[in-house]
């Protein structure tokens, strides 16, 4: 999942730097973003399979959650890496989709001052979490 947000990152700074650039130079610097950020078929595509990825890994682990011990335990292995990196890439496109532009709604929200303030703590949260834990554990 580490590669995931890794691979992410590396696209967000790839997607600033479309911005920025003049009108006549996008097509042919950076042809995938400008494909994907003037074609609105591919758009809802992509936002139509990261919402599917998200959505059918919300009801797929309702049963692994009711008995994980009736699976062996290569099927549990390949449930839990293939659903929690999928989750992870269907979030992914849709935050993709927002940052493209094609979300209005999308960028209103991440441009509101609640929203920056939620992320800076949830980051922190994200810092210290691991502490934490081994504090309570090794209790």
Do not use: Q
């Amino acid at each position: 999942m580490h590669g995931i947000g890794i691979l992410a990152a590396i696209l967000y700074i790839d997607i600033l730097a479309y911005r920025k650039m003049d009108e006549l130079d996008k097509a042919t610097k950076s042809p995938a973003i400008h494909f994907l950020s003037t074609n609105i078929v591919a758009a809802k595509l992509i936002m139509l399979s990261g919402v599917t990825m998200v959505v059918t890994n919300f009801f797929v682990t309702y049963e692994p959650g009711i008995d994980a011990y009736s699976w062996s335990n290569g099927a549990n292995t390949a449930f839990f890496i293939f659903s929690r990196t999928t989750c992870c890439f269907g979030w992914m496109i849709i935050a993709f989709y927002i940052f493209l532009g094609w979300s209005k709604m999308g960028k209103n929200s991440l441009g509101n001052p609640l929203f920056n303030t939620l992320g800076k703590m949830v980051f922190l949260a994200y810092l210290i979490s691991p502490i934490i834990m081994m504090m309570v554990y090794s209790n």
